[in-house]
């Protein structure tokens, strides 16, 4: 009986011991009772699936990641609401609700957007896995909020540098947001933002030459940048070359979310959620303050003491009124400040100079039916500037505003036939003031002097005809009329694509482009009356092939030829007649060139949710004038013949990544009249012989995520010019005017210079 009795027990013990294995294995409650979540992650730009992608509910500790195919299954769920947390770098933070009843299996589908984008359940892509804002026009880039993200500089956190990396746009200064495409600088390129024409968006000290700009924009809250190099539709006008298109995106509809950004140079924070109870629109808010004066002073040399620093803020309110109707309002507002410290002879050398800028930009659009939209925007902008040197003299004021009414509209009659138009008035306000002191305790002389108003207005009217998939033809213009003229002049234009054998697209365009002059070119003492608007005439050739889903290259022939180009005449030192001749204080601008632009662009692009991603670009061009006042032909300010420009993003795991960005130019010329002999500068006869040496940086950047549950932290490490070559640009030099030799010509930019950053997003 007692060997029965202890293998009874023995049995009984090991009952109870799988029994509670059992339980601990296994959820409480009946298999019947739970659930099953799956699902698939998709790239909201083009609807392609991401591989890799980490998947956790929030009560459980290790995560999921989906396949190939970007799905994922989470079983033996518990019922009741749960949150889906969704993560992986490059793309947002997704915090997805999800409610499960016992026994149901709930099929998920998860958008992912690129970057810093809002999240949304709402998928509605072309196929196009690259975007295009114009429909076939030669030459056009747009960049991403991810690629804003890693182009755009710890250091600077600049939207615009992620520009400067674009084929054909050259950009060598490195203390300076500002650029040039094919050879038209910074003041012949049309900026909108939130569809609104706009001059007043960055920190700079005015009335400086050499001296710094940053964007008055968080790339956080950017959606996306187009470049519009050449020939391409012009509703907003007025401007010779190339057109910049910003667009602020919306605010999460989905939850208050918040991120929070701090690198060495500045800090910034954006807060966002949805607005009313319906979730029926959206608000953004962020603001950035830089420190970025106190790095300077370590970079610079000993004893110059220079320091720039900025601050702004931008927001947006949405609001769906009904189902037609759309109300937005945009506010940018910002603020800089240059403080350095100057010798007491210095008199003419800014020691203070402070910048600020408001924007305001209030949208209505009306959705008729899918075929009819009309959108109403009324704008107004403020710009003011101060300059005083170290005694506290006043060098230089002055600002601006700017008031605008703009309506457009699409109709699309058919699907092979759509008509676009509008028009825009635009009140435009100018005053400014710059001093020269001729001595320590001299007197002083204006330089230039203006106040005065001016109205822009404009029209315009395109139609687009698509007889079948392979072909399509944009055909419009513009009317201007500028107020301190009485020329009331048309800016037609005309872009086709053909889709030949396989995926070959060609291209061509051709359009008329007309700038007026500035308020400053027109009235003052600088100021001319009855100057002409300078002209350009654009002719743009494109071939493009797809290489399987994910690469394309592309080959632009472009030409412009440019005529009644403004210029100020003898406001640059130089050799006449074996004299040294000095700048004019009373010179005033007059239309004096003829010249052109011509070259080709080379394009290789891989856009890809998986793995690398970038493109690779290079530029030859040649951009020349012709003085026909003077017989003078030289080099154009911004020639730069040979231009290399390269970015790359590889996505090592779900969590780490590394970017690069490269940069490299035979450089522009030293814009004045210099020549070199030997190791030494002099002043020349000819203008725009001696050029910059060139151009090489190479910025390298690591980003690592962590994830703590409901919160991501981000790391970026950051190193910029790591190949450590010497950049110089063009400075304001000293000359000995008994011997002619120029010394201080160039001065040196940014070294070799690691940076970090973290980002917190909760």
Not at 95 to 109: H, I, M, N, W, Y
Not at 659 to 679: C, D, F, H, M
């Amino acid at each position: 009986m007692l060997p029965l009795a202890c293998r009874v027990s023995g049995l009984l013990v090991e009952f109870v011991v799988l029994m509670v294995a059992a339980a601990q294995a296994q959820p409480p409650g009946p298999v019947s009772e739970l659930a099953t979540i799956r699902g698939v992650v998709l790239d909201r730009a083009d609807g392609s699936s991401i591989a890799d992608v980490p998947v956790r509910l929030d009560d459980a500790s290790e995560a999921v990641t989906t396949d190939a195919d970007g799905r994922f299954a989470l079983s033996n769920v518990q019922p009741g609401r749960h949150t889906l947390y969704v993560s992986i770098i490059g793309f947002i933070l997704v915090k997805r609700a999800v409610e499960v009843s016992a026994g149901q299996t709930v099929d998920l589908t998860i958008l992912l957007s690129e970057g810093t984008g809002t999240y949304t359940e709402e998928l509605t892509v072309s196929g196009e896995r690259y975007r295009e804002q114009e429909h076939a026009v030669p030459a056009q880039q747009t960049v991403g909020s991810a690629e804003i993200q890693n182009l755009r500089s710890l250091l600077t956190n600049d939207p615009m540098r992620a520009i400067q990396a674009l084929p054909g746009v050259t950009a060598g200064d490195d203390f300076k947001s500002e650029f040039a495409v094919r050879g038209a600088d910074f003041d012949r390129t049309a900026i909108t933002f939130d569809g609104v024409p706009t001059t007043f968006l960055l920190h700079a000290v005015r009335q400086v030459e050499d001296g710094g700009s940053v964007a008055m924009m968080n790339g956080d809250v950017l959606d996306g940048i187009t470049l519009l190099s050449g020939s391409y539709p012009q509703r907003y006008g007025n401007r010779l070359g190339a057109e910049v298109d910003f667009r602020m995106r919306e605010g999460s509809r989905d939850r208050m979310q918040t991120r929070v950004n701090v690198s060495a140079t500045d800090a910034s924070v954006v807060v966002e959620g949805p607005l009313g109870g319906k979730k029926a629109g959206s608000w953004l808010f962020t603001a950035r303050k830089s420190y970025l004066e106190l790095l300077l002073k370590q970079i610079r040399d000993e004893g110059d003491n220079f320091g720039f620093g900025f601050s702004d803020l931008q927001s947006k309110l949405v609001y769906d009124v009904s189902r037609a109707n759309r109300l937005e309002l945009t506010l940018v507002a910002g603020r800089s400040r240059l403080d350095q410290q100057t010798a007491p002879d210095d008199v003419n050398t800014i020691s203070d100079g402070r910048n600020s800028s408001q924007l305001a930009n209030a949208a209505w659009r009306y959705t008729a039916s899918p075929s009819f939209v009309l959108t109403q925007h009324v704008a107004v902008a403020f710009n003011q500037f101060s300059n005083a040197n170290g005694a506290g003299f006043d060098l230089g004021h002055g600002g601006g505003r700017d008031v605008t009414w703009r309506g457009d509209f699409v109709a699309g009659g058919s699907a092979a036939f759509t008509v676009e138009g509008g028009g825009q008035l635009q009140w435009q306000q100018r005053n400014g003031i710059d001093r020269e002191v001729l001595s320590v305790q001299g007197p002083s002389v204006a330089a230039q002097d203006f106040d005065d108003s001016a109205l822009l207005s404009s029209a315009y009217g395109q139609m687009r005809w698509s007889p079948g998939p392979r072909l399509s033809v944009v055909t419009g213009a513009l009317v201007n009329r500028w107020s301190l003229d009485s020329d009331t002049l048309a800016s037609p234009w005309i872009q086709t694509e053909l889709a030949t054998v396989g995926s070959f697209k060609l291209r061509a365009g051709a359009g008329i482009h007309r700038q007026f002059p500035r308020i400053d070119q027109s009235a003052g003492l600088r100021g001319t009356t009855g100057l002409d608007p300078e002209t350009a005439y654009h002719t743009d050739f494109s071939v493009e092939q797809r290489l399987g889903a994910d690469s394309r290259w592309q080959v632009t022939l472009y030409n412009r030829e440019e005529r009644d180009v403004l210029r100020l005449p003898d406001t640059e030192l130089r050799v006449v007649g074996n004299r040294l001749m000095p700048q004019s204080l009373t010179s005033r601008w007059i239309n004096a060139m003829d010249g052109y632009a011509r070259g080709v662009e080379l394009f290789v692009q891989r856009r890809s949710s998986n793995g690398l991603s970038g493109w690779l670009s290079y530029a030859l061009g040649f951009n020349r004038y012709h003085d026909v006042t003077t017989g003078e032909s030289f080099d154009g300010d911004f020639d730069q013949r040979h231009t290399i420009n390269a970015y790359g993003l590889y996505r090592v795991t779900n969590r780490f990544s590394v970017a690069a960005k490269l940069r490299t130019g035979s450089n522009i010329p030293a814009v004045g009249y210099w020549e070199q002999r030997g190791e030494s500068t002099f002043v020349s006869a000819s203008r725009n012989l001696l050029r910059v040496p060139v151009y090489a940086r190479l910025d390298v950047r690591a980003n690592r995520t962590f994830n703590y549950r409901s919160t991501r932290l981000t790391l970026f490490a950051e190193v910029l010019n790591t190949l450590a070559h010497d950049n110089v640009r063009k400075a304001s030099p000293s000359v000995n005017v008994r011997t002619r030799q120029v010394f201080g010509l160039f001065e040196t930019t940014i070294p070799l210079m690691p940076s970090a950053g973290i980002l917190l997003e909760f």
